[in-house]
C-alpha cells in the first residue's frame, strides 16, 4: 500500500499533483512533502489495526493515524493497488479509540 495524496486537498503544488483545494475538502499541512514517510505512517498505523470497514479487495478504506494533537484519516482511492489520500479530521470526527503507536514509529 501506498500513500498517493490528492490534489482536492492542497492549496499548493505537490508530489500529489496539481493543487485542486475543494471548497469542503480540509486541506492538507504544506510541511508534509514525502510521499514515502506519509506511507510508512500508513503501514504502521494499519498493521497496529487503526483501520475502519469496510474492506475493499485487501485493503480497509479508512486508517487513522494520530500526529502530536492531530488525527489524520486515509482514505482508499484505489483498491487493485492499495493507494491512499489523506486529509486532517476536526476533533468531532475522531474515531473513539486509536491503538498506539511507539514514539519511534509516530515519526
Known sequence: MTY???GEHKSYPSFAGRPRLRADASKCD???TDPEEI???LRRTIECGNIGAPWEGEFPRYAWHRLDDVIYEARLVNQELG???GYPLDPDE????LN???EDDDR
Not at 475522531?94 to 479509540?97: Q, T, Y
Open 83 to 85: 493507494q491512499y489520500k
Open 94 to 97: 475522531w474515531p473513539e479509540r
Open 39 to 41: 506511507t510508512g505512517w
Open 30 to 32: 504544506p510541511k508534509f
Open 100 to 102: 498506539e503507536i511507539s
Open 4 to 6: 498517493v495524496g490528492s
